[in-house]
């Protein structure tokens, strides 16, 4: 790891000068007078502070730190979602942590809230204790891994095709931590009240007769793991920053749901894992992947099952990394799957005309899975994964680069095997890529 950390000496010369060979000559004194001045005048310590933040993900105001990638999202449920996410930042403590977040949906006209607390134990272990509540919606159906700080992850793209959403409050005790040197830890126990927002109902006994329910509890003790062997970082007194390994990128989460305790009503075991690779092949290209699966062996509603990474809509289709962009939302629903995203990239080494330097990329995308309570699940339309699901598809990026780096190419893809539609144009997806690259 490379490490910057801050300066804390005295603006005499005492320490320096036992490390300077020579002392400093008045044209030196004179320049790192003027660099001083220069920074001072233009603060370039407050410069440097924001755009770090914005790497992050943040915007500093003051003593605190908005949220960027919160402001403004958009899914099928909610429209466009306007939102508020504050932290208190350094300027008023670096151990403690406290915030909230204030958000409203412009199509479902539901205002949703939270808050969280955390306290910072050891810098160096990454340890950290803290609690959440939230009053908010959640994906039917959702997934998620140990979160990464950064504004460009495939979720944020993702999150533009989600349908279904249930309302959710939660609440949760965590506790994070380092480990291992190359892993990071998160154990909770969480509570959630889960609502239903369509039709649907999921048939439950109750009293040895059954009865259609479409609300439900849920206790869950867990842990989610991220581990990266021997990933580089940088890290300053602002921001640790990734850089990347040569290594497989593993997330793992387990989590253990409970039955009359904290008000939960299903117990069940479920196991989550992804794992991820890209590699350099000489003079062919850059081979990458992702290998994905889940298993639940309880029988729980829809709302905390699998149903598919998709990305289609009819009306605009933006390709997301890692995702099936012809498999449409909510088309699947399992309580076990394994999935396989494949593709590999030529670069410009086929066809390169000056400025002109489109990435040519081919890929293909794999998913089985099985779903053990079918009939339990009512008013919802959905197919079992049991056949196999595959698609293939041509990418082509970098047809056209602004000046700030942002890159968009176009793309289409073909559902094909058991799961093909009956009209041969509605296997296909074309798309429209984006990506972020320096400018050349």
């Not at 755009?51 to 990638?69: A, E």
């Not at 309302?167 to 005790?173: D, F, G």
């Not at 990071?184 to 609502?195: C, E, P, R, T, V």
């Not at 040569?246 to 794992?275: A, C, E, H, M």
Request: net charge positive; glycine share 6%; hydrophobic share 35%.
């Amino acid at each position: 790891m490379l490490e910057v950390q801050k300066a804390n000496v005295n603006p005499d010369d005492t320490l320096w000068s036992a490390y300077r060979v020579n002392s400093l000559s008045d044209k030196e004194k004179k320049t790192y007078r003027t660099i001083d001045s220069i920074g001072y005048k233009y603060k370039a310590d407050r410069f440097l502070k924001t755009t770090v933040s914005l790497v992050d993900g943040k915007i500093p105001f003051k003593f605190v730190d908005i949220d960027l990638g919160r402001i403004i999202k958009y899914n099928n449920y909610e429209g466009f979602r306007l939102e508020l996410s504050l932290h208190n930042n350094a300027k008023i403590s670096d151990k403690i942590i406290v915030g909230g977040y204030f958000a409203y949906g412009f199509k479902d006209k539901e205002y949703k809230y939270g808050g969280d607390l955390s306290v910072v134990v050891s810098k160096p272990r990454e340890i950290s204790i803290g609690v959440s509540y939230s009053d908010d919606v959640t994906e039917s159906g959702g997934l998620s891994f140990y979160k990464q700080n950064s504004l460009f992850n495939d979720s944020y793209l993702q999150s533009l095709y989600v349908k279904r959403m249930d309302r959710t409050i939660s609440e949760e005790a965590f506790l994070k931590f380092k480990t291992f040197r190359y892993m990071k830890a998160k154990l909770f126990l969480n509570y959630s009240q889960k609502s239903i927002t369509n039709d649907y109902r999921f048939e439950v006994e109750k009293e040895n007769l059954p009865e259609l329910v479409d609300h439900f509890n849920f206790t869950e003790l867990g842990l989610n793991l991220y581990y990266c062997y021997k990933e580089k970082f940088i890290k300053t007194p602002y921001l640790t920053m990734s850089m990347g390994s040569k290594f497989p990128t593993v997330f793992f989460n387990y989590s253990r749901g409970f039955n009359n305790i904290l008000n939960g009503d299903y117990q069940y075991d479920r196991f989550d894992i992804k794992i991820k690779k890209s590699f350099l092949i000489k003079n062919l290209g850059t081979t990458s992947f992702q290998l994905q699966s889940g298993y639940i062996n309880g029988n729980l509603p829809y709302c905390n099952l699998y149903t598919g990474i998709a990305a289609f809509r009819k009306d605009y289709n933006i390709f997301v990394q890692n995702s099936f962009t012809t498999m449409r939302m909510n088309e699947f629903l399992s309580n076990r799957y394994a999935a396989l995203f494949l593709s590999h990239s030529f670069g410009n080494l086929l066809l390169k005309i000056k400025k002109f330097t489109p990435e040519f990329v081919v890929a293909t995308n794999l998913c089985i899975g099985d779903l053990n309570n079918p009939l339990k699940h009512f008013n919802v339309d959905f197919s079992t994964l049991d056949k196999g699901y595959i698609e293939s598809g041509l990418l082509i990026k970098n047809i056209f680069r602004s000046s700030n780096g942002i890159q968009i190419g176009i793309g289409a893809f073909h559902r094909y095997g058991y799961y093909s539609l009956s009209k041969t144009i509605d296997n296909f997806s074309f798309i429209i890529t984006a990506d972020y690259g320096s400018a050349k």
